[in-house]
C-alpha cells in the first residue's frame, strides 16, 4: 500500500508545475503549439512562439539569421578594435598636439559610447 501512495503521489507533483513554467517538450502530441520542424525535432515546442510576419526574425532564413549575425560580428569588431588599438599612440599624439592625457582619455571614452 506505501509503494502504491508514494507512486500516485509523485505523479501528481509532477503534474503541478510552478507558475510561469513552459513545457518545452511534447512527448505525448497533444500540445497545440507549434512545433520544430526539424529531423527528429517535431516534438520540440518553439519558445517564444513565432508569428506569421516575415519580418519576425524567428522566421528569418537561415542566410538572414547569418547575415544579421555577421553584421553584428563585424560591427563588434570595427568598433572595439581602433577604440583598444588608439592607446598605443597616446604618448605621440600627446607630443604631437597640445592635448593631455586626461582630453585623450576622455575623447577616446566618448568615441566608445
Known amino acids: 500500500m506505501g509503494a502504491e501512495h ?24 497533444q500540445q497545440t503549439s507549434k512545433h520544430a520542424e526539424g529531423k527528429g525535432q517535431q ?31 563585424v560591427y563588434t569588431i570595427a568598433a572595439a578594435y581602433p577604440s583598444s588599438a588608439v592607446y598605443s599612440v597616446v604618448t605621440p599624439i600627446r607630443k604631437g598636439t597640445s592635448l593631455t592625457l586626461t582630453d585623450i582619455n576622455n575623447g577616446t571614452g566618448i568615441m566608445v559610447r
Open 6 to 29: 508514494a507512486s500516485r503521489e509523485d505523479a501528481s507533483t509532477t503534474d503541478i508545475l510552478p507558475p510561469g513554467t513552459v513545457r518545452l517538450i511534447d512527448t505525448t502530441g
Open 43 to 73: 516534438d520540440i515546442i518553439l519558445v517564444p512562439h513565432p508569428s506569421e510576419d516575415p519580418e519576425d526574425p524567428l522566421n528569418w532564413t537561415f542566410k538572414r539569421k547569418l547575415l544579421a549575425t555577421s553584421c553584428i560580428v
